[in-house]
């Protein structure tokens, strides 16, 4: 299955300020997706980054807000803009694996924690 | 709408002590149930696709189970580096693309 890097690890930021994630992964792939897991909580899907076009983001979430790029089938960022407290998170991408098993590979996740 | 809820939203479980994880789910055709672990600070680390009911996976102490309504993580005899947060998540037929629903999650300790 696909190995994804995702990076940084983690980072306080200062309310105002934006911060870019990357992820990479070791293969190409056709869709790529972001999450939030508010502390606490489960995974709520942001977007999908298909290269090429436009990402689509899920009710609740705006491209203003949370800008992605899809440069290539192997790389996508996300960039999380003026960032307020309520932003603090774990960001995580993942793509579909489909050998052996049909299912799904996430990165490590950025902790994010705005102050 | 598609929906999934987990049970019980904790599970505190001594070594050895075998017991299950509940996922009930409300989607409109099931095209994948999946389970996922979730070590704390760590992304989700996938542990079985499930299709249709009456199917079982196993692996090690872990075995998953599927009904039209829910699905069970059964857990036999567990050991202390089996505290996590257990994930359900389903996609279903309404899906245009590769998305899924998560559940909330149940966080599981098992005592030495």
């Known amino acids: 299955s696909a190995v994804i890097s995702q990076k940084p690890s983690r980072d306080i930021c200062q309310r105002g300020t934006s911060l870019t994630i990357q992820c990479q992964v070791d293969s190409q792939v056709t869709m790529m997706f972001w999450y939030r897991q508010q502390p606490g909580q489960s995974l709520t899907l942001i977007a999908t980054a298909n290269q090429g076009s436009e990402a689509t983001y899920e009710s609740g979430f705006v491209i203003d807000k949370f800008p992605i790029s899809r440069p290539n089938l192997t790389f996508s960022t996300l960039t999380v803009s003026n960032m307020s407290p309520e932003d603090s998170s774990i960001y995580l991408c993942s793509v579909v694996m489909r050998a052996p098993n049909y299912g799904y590979t996430f990165g490590s996740g950025t902790r994010l924690t705005v102050v | ?112």
Not at chain 2, 8 to 30: D, F, H, I, K, M
Not at chain 2, 60 to 69: C, D, P, Q, S
């Open chain 2, 1 to 112: 709408e598609d929906q999934v809820t987990q049970s019980p939203e904790a599970l505190r479980l001594q070594e050895g002590e075998s017991s299950s994880l509940n996922c009930s789910y409300t989607v409109s055709g099931l095209r994948g149930l999946f389970w996922y672990r979730q070590d704390p600070g760590k992304g989700p680390e996938f542990l079985f696709t499930l299709y249709s009911a009456g199917e079982e996976k196993e692996k090690e102490r872990l075995k998953a189970t599927l009904t039209k309504k829910e699905s069970f993580l059964h857990i036999t005899a567990p050991k202390p580096e089996d505290s996590a947060t257990y994930l359900c998540a389903v996609r279903g037929m309404k899906t245009s693309y590769d998305k899924v629903i998560f559940g909330p999650g149940t966080s599981l300790s098992v005592i030495p």
